[in-house]
């Protein structure tokens, strides 16, 4: 059973940047394909960006493109997301989750992802 805690929210002005850490354990991580998906007030979860198991993929929402860049350390089970030019519509819970998927699925599941952590809070202020 593998566990994943998410850190790195807080508060941010419009423009600025945060990094995202999730840390697993409790599991083979380099076996998992690993997500970032969010959850803004009174909307659905959202898929936001994904990392093959080996790191040679990723893939991101339309709406990140250019802007948010995830990575991942096999080393220290911690896969990563690094957020620039955050827009005040980038505010909700953030959470990574792991797969054992192949990435062309990952990208499109809010809910089939094998393990959840329990998310960090980013608010961006306009």
């Known amino acids: 059973q593998m566990q994943l805690v998410e850190s790195g929210g807080g508060l941010v002005q419009a423009g600025g940047s945060l990094k995202l850490s999730c840390a697993a354990s409790?599991?083979?991580?380099?076996?998992?394909?690993m997500g970032w998906f969010r959850q803004a007030a009174e909307k659905e979860r959202e898929f936001v960006a994904a990392?093959?198991?080996?790191?040679?993929?990723?893939h991101y929402a339309d709406s990140v493109k250019g802007r948010f860049t995830i990575s991942r350390d096999n080393a220290k089970n911690t896969v990563f997301l690094q957020m620039n030019s955050l827009k005040f519509e980038d505010t909700a819970v953030y959470h990574c989750?792991?797969?054992?998927?192949?990435?062309?699925?990952?990208?499109?599941?809010?809910?089939?992802?094998?393990?959840w952590g329990k998310g960090t809070l980013v608010t961006v202020s306009s």
């Open positions: 989750a792991a797969g054992a998927l192949p990435l062309s699925v990952v990208v499109n599941t809010t809910s089939g992802m094998d393990y």
């Open positions: 990392i093959s198991w080996s790191g040679g993929s990723t």
């Open positions: 409790g599991g083979t991580f380099s076996s998992y394909a």
